[in-house]
C-alpha cells in the first residue's frame, strides 16, 4: 500500500461516491486532493488551543500533524465544506464555530481554503473515520513543536495571528 492509499473498504463504491473525492494532478507532477479544491477548520479554543488531526500514516503526508479537512463537493463553499468535514472527521459541531477569516492558496488548477474559526464552546473531538490516528487541542505556543503536515507548516505563521 502507498502512503497516499486508503486502507481497503474506506471510500464507498464508486457510484456512490462523491465527485469531489479524486487526486488532481499539477504541472510539475505535484497532486492534490479534490477535483472541486479542498477546505480545512483551524479551530480555536481560547482556553485549549487549536484542534488538531494527527493524520493516519497511510494518507498523503501521513503521520503529521494538520487541520480537519478534506476534498470540497462540487458547488459547496469552502466554510460549508471545511465544517461538513470537521464534522465528518473530528465530532467538531457546527453550532459551535463562529467563523473569523478565510485563508485562500490558490493555484489556479487546484485550491485549498484554510477556515479560520472561533469555537464557541468547549467539546471533546471524537475520531470519525480512519484518517485520524489522534485528535487533539494544542495550545498556540505548542503547535510549532510537532511534526506538521508541510503545508500547514508553510501557513502557520500567516494563520497564527488570526487567531488573538
Known amino acids: ?4 492509499t486508503p486502507p481497503p473498504g474506506f471510500f464507498p463504491p464508486p ?17 492534490y486532493w479534490g477535483r472541486f479544491g479542498a477546505a480545512g477548520l483551524l ?10 488531526q494527527h493524520r493516519a500514516v497511510w494518507s498523503h503526508f501521513g503521520n503529521t ?23 465528518e472527521e473530528a465530532g467538531v459541531p457546527s ?11 490558490d493555484l ?3 485550491s485549498y481554503t ?19 490516528r489522534e485528535l ?6 505548542e503547535v510549532d513543536a510537532l511534526p506538521l503536515h508541510p503545508r500547514f507548516q508553510e501557513s502557520w505563521p500567516q494563520l497564527r495571528p488570526l487567531l488573538r
Open 65 to 87: 500533524w494538520g487541520l480537519p479537512g478534506g476534498a470540497r463537493h462540487e458547488d459547496e463553499s469552502a466554510q460549508k465544506a471545511a465544517v461538513r468535514e470537521a464534522a
Open 136 to 141: 487533539r487541542w494544542v495550545p498556540l505556543d
Open 95 to 105: 453550532d459551535a464555530v463562529r467563523v473569523i477569516d478565510v485563508f485562500e492558496l
Open 108 to 110: 489556479g488548477y487546484w
Open 43 to 52: 479551530l480555536w479554543h481560547r482556553d485549549a488551543g487549536v484542534l488538531l
Open 15 to 31: 457510484h456512490l461516491r462523491d465527485a469531489g473525492d479524486a487526486w488532481v494532478e499539477g504541472p510539475d507532477g505535484a497532486r
Open 114 to 132: 484554510t477556515v479560520v474559526a472561533e469555537a464557541t464552546r468547549f467539546f471533546d473531538p471524537l475520531i470519525g473515520d480512519p484518517e485520524s
Open 1 to 4: 500500500m502507498s502512503d497516499d
